[in-house]
């Protein structure tokens, strides 16, 4: 920190130079300059590791009990669907009361939850009943909790540092993505799977402590106090509506959650048949997806948030050059980059997406506005892999991705060129 604090200033230096030495300074971000983000940002690591070996754990214990894959999908539902019908009511809570107190409710019992698995499995009455039970608990309590964590970012970091902190999120998701199912493959094998969720419960108390000792007790935006929450989540649906900017952003994610990411059900399709490859193979391709997220959220982390339509402008159409790659490739050597590709132009995408709502946007507006945000992910996604899978066989499953990357490629740039966008971003 002191050798930033006597570097020469920008202007104290030939022009030459001073391109160079603003790249410079640029990493580290400057946002974890920033002590309540930065302990915000390290609290996340412990639980988002535990809740990927969490989600490992979790579908090696049911099919495991019951040999069945529609037991595994059904738990796997179990979690996930409460975000469709949760996230908006969420974002409601996130714009009507401090976003720190929701947190600390949240992530207690998010913890509670995993604990209570953890209890079940070790003491052997972890039935399939119970273990959909506490699935649709932890996917509820997590579908208040990611639109309020989300929120709580632009309230400890100044504008400017907004692209930095949402894309240095990501790179701790994509970072974690690839540790955590190995560790939990490891766990499994020597202790059980009970032990994964164990982690998970004790990773909790990292975030309580930072909430409890470091982030700030904020209170929420001003509202009118007479408006009923009803009023609030409709509010939110209706600035969709009135605000070209939310109405690109929320177009967007929506292909993007369609057409784009619901590819990744079917990378085992493509190992099996097109790559001709087994375990390994499919092992390699979703580990690879992480490596390529993680590059991605370390080098957007240093770029100024005036580069925000940048990343859609470079964002689409690199996804859309890769996942048609991927969709018509035969060879891992081409499949590899081309989801290193995916995953880098995911990120840019979704971080400039991202930050538009929490920037450029009504404050007291942000927590619904990311509800909405999160609800278009979680519901879409899974309808756009029913979508793909009824795809007729006579045209075909990768024709039919191919072509949705195509249009996923030219629905962003669609909007990044939208009058709207071109306005608020000049």
């Known amino acids: 920190m002191a050798a930033l604090d006597t570097a020469p200033k920008v202007d104290e230096v030939p022009a030459d130079s001073a391109v160079s030495l603003r790249a410079a300074r640029r990493w580290p971000p400057p946002v974890l300059r920033v002590r309540a983000f930065r302990w915000y940002w390290a609290a996340q690591w412990p639980t988002l590791l535990g809740t ?4 490992v754990a979790l579908g090696y214990l049911v099919f495991a009990r019951t040999g ?16 469709v019908a949760l996230s908006l009511a969420g974002g409601v809570l996130a714009d009507r009361f401090p976003r720190r107190r929701i947190l600390l409710v949240t992530q207690t019992l998010l913890g509670l939850t995993s604990g209570t698995l953890a209890l079940l499995v070790a003491t052997g009455h972890a039935s399939f009943g119970a273990i959909v039970l506490v699935a649709v ?28 902190a949402v894309a240095l999120g990501s790179a701790a998701m994509s970072a974690t993505r690839i540790v955590g199912p ?41 509202r009118d106090r007479t408006r009923s929450a009803l009023r609030d989540l409709l ?16 177009i967007a994610c929506a292909t993007l959650a369609f057409l784009g990411v619901s590819y990744m059900p079917f990378l085992p399709v493509l190992a099996k048949t097109q790559l001709h490859g087994g375990a390994q193979v499919l092992g390699l391709l979703y580990s690879v997806g992480g490596l390529g997220g993680l590059v991605a959220g370390l080098a957007i982390a240093s770029l100024h948030q005036s580069r925000r339509r940048q990343l859609l402008l470079v964002g689409g159409p690199v996804y859309a050059v890769s996942l048609f790659g991927v969709a018509h490739s035969t060879l891992l050597a081409l499949t590899i980059p081309a989801l290193v590709g995916i995953s880098f132009a ?28 999160a609800t278009l992910f979680a519901g879409l ?20 991705i191919g072509i949705g990357a195509l249009i996923v490629g030219a629905v962003v740039l669609a909007v990044a060129y939208l009058p709207s966008f071109r306005a608020r971003l000049s």
């Not at 990927?52 to 989600?55: A, E």
């Not at 639109?147 to 907004?162: G, I, S, Y």
């Not at 995911?346 to 930050?355: C, D, G, H, R, V």
């Open 52 to 55: 990927w070996m969490q989600v």
């Open 68 to 83: 069945s894959t529609t037991a595994v999908a059904v738990v796997a539902a179990a979690d996930g669907l409460p975000a």
């Open 137 to 164: 608990a932890f996917g509820s309590i997590d579908a208040v909790d990611l639109p309020t964590r989300q929120a709580l970012v632009a309230d400890l970091v100044e504008r400017e540092h907004v692209v930095s």
């Open 182 to 222: 190995s560790v939990a493959g490891i766990l499994i094998g020597f202790a059980g799977p009970a032990v994964c969720f164990a982690t998970l419960a004790v990773a909790y108390l990292v975030p309580l402590a930072v909430l409890l000792t470091v982030v700030p007790d904020l209170p929420p935006a001003e």
């Open 235 to 250: 509010g939110g649906l209706q600035e969709v509506k009135r605000d070209p900017l939310v109405r690109g952003v929320t």
């Open 346 to 373: 995911f990120l840019a995408i979704n971080t400039s997406l991202n930050t538009l709502v929490q920037t450029e946007t009504d404050p007291r507006m942000r927590g619904r506005l990311l509800g909405i945000y």
């Open 381 to 400: 996604q899974p309808l756009g892999t029913v979508a793909y899978g009824l795809v007729p066989r006579s045209f075909g499953l990768f024709n039919a």
